[in-house]
């Protein structure tokens, strides 16, 4: 197909600064092509780099700048194939109009993590949506995929939300792959937004013991539980670490999945979890967080891990909502088109919505 010379994108161009506006269509270079987006999901790291988080914006000591403006934004996102440069093709293995999804890291193949495997904790980092003129993201009718991107095609059983979700989805598996579920283990996932509930089928698969969602709205403990949870709490008129020990012969979860970005998820996750427990970070957060340390380690020789994005996971994702094992269901609550971006923002940031997908009416 033709490219039009110009395209709608979401402008990111400081904090609070986010425009539609018409920007250059890009056209690709060697190695690289060009996606007609079709979906893209507004993440909550979308809203807290809107509001000007130190951790994307910098702050003069903790944190460097990490995007860098101006900037198309939107890193959940999935698209056509439109145009190949030259061995694009080769290189991704795909073809014109099939429907593919980029992982949001574009690795730098150079950096000691890179060197040795561990392309998505690369030391340069750049993740699609942050970078301006190098990483642009998908809110936009048309994307660049860089040579150096890692491109996954997408299912054709698929829907467009669907293939809009595999980057959320994909970041889930990763989490509950790093807590290492065993089949007699009472698992507590904290934060019930999208993730969350995707962590809650994902972990329903691994058939643990007792499986729990921690949320402060009830609407979303219910769809937990129709997504094979146990049980269901909120912290607004639930002792979280009192419910989870009187479930557990008065010991404590094994595992603890924090996925609330909220200092009180943290201090909550220490208090219900048994000795030799195991406690996976995955929220990104506004602000530091103090717990005690003795409770790690002298009380109970916790194991504290971290879950970064989605390595090797994506094809899991396809294969696991291909064959109708994860669903979107209840979790994709809103779709708004692309030119009504600042709606879609607003209605991400309100607690009755789940997950809102911005279309770009390309199918």
Same mark, same amino acid.
């Given at each position: ?56 914006? +910098? ?33 991704? +293995? ?22 040795? +495997? ?7 980092? #750049? ?10 993201? +998908? ?8 040579? #150096? ?27 509950? #792959? ?186």
């Amino acid at each position: 197909m033709s490219l039009p010379d110009s395209m709608q994108a979401v402008v990111c161009r400081g904090p609070g600064d986010y425009r539609l506006e018409r920007a250059p269509t890009p056209r690709p270079g060697q190695g690289e092509l060009i996606l007609r987006i079709q979906a893209c999901g507004i993440c909550s790291s979308d809203l807290k780099c809107r509001d000007g988080a130190a951790m994307y914006w +910098g702050d003069g000591d903790r944190f460097a700048p990490f995007v860098k403006p101006p900037m198309i934004v939107g890193h959940e996102f999935a698209g056509e194939v439109v145009a190949l440069g030259e061995e694009a093709a080769e290189r991704f +293995g795909v073809s014109l109009g099939d429907r593919v999804v980029p992982e949001q890291i574009l690795p730098c193949r150079q950096c000691f993590y890179c060197q040795r +495997g561990h392309y998505w904790m690369c030391e340069v980092h #750049n993740i699609f949506g942050f970078q301006g003129g190098v990483a642009d993201g +998908g809110m936009a009718e048309y994307l660049r995929v860089p040579a #150096n991107a890692v491109l996954h095609r997408v299912d054709p059983r698929l829907s467009v939300e669907d293939a809009a979700f595999l980057e959320p989805l994909a970041c889930g598996i990763h989490a509950v #792959n790093r807590a290492e579920i065993q089949f007699d283990d009472t698992v507590v996932i904290a934060g019930g937004g999208p993730i969350g509930l995707a962590m809650v089928q994902l972990a329903r698969l691994k058939t643990p013991r007792q499986l729990i969602l921690v949320d402060t709205h009830d609407d979303r403990l219910d769809l937990a539980r129709d997504y094979g949870a146990d049980h269901g709490f909120t912290p607004h008129r639930d002792d979280i670490a009192k419910e989870i020990r009187a479930l557990t012969g008065g010991y404590g979860c094994e595992v603890y999945i924090d996925a609330t970005g909220s200092s009180s998820g943290v201090v909550q996750g220490l208090e219900s979890l048994r000795k030799l427990g195991r406690f996976v970070e995955f929220s990104v957060f506004k602000e530091p967080t103090t717990v005690d340390w003795s409770t790690i380690g002298d009380r109970k020789e916790l194991d504290i891990r971290g879950s970064h994005l989605s390595p090797h996971t994506y094809p899991v994702a396809i294969d696991l909502l291909a064959r109708g094992l994860v669903t979107t269901r209840g979790i994709v609550t809103h779709h708004v088109p692309l030119a009504d971006f600042e709606r879609g923002f607003e209605i991400a940031a309100q607690r009755d919505s789940i997950k809102v997908v911005l279309t770009t009416g390309a199918s």
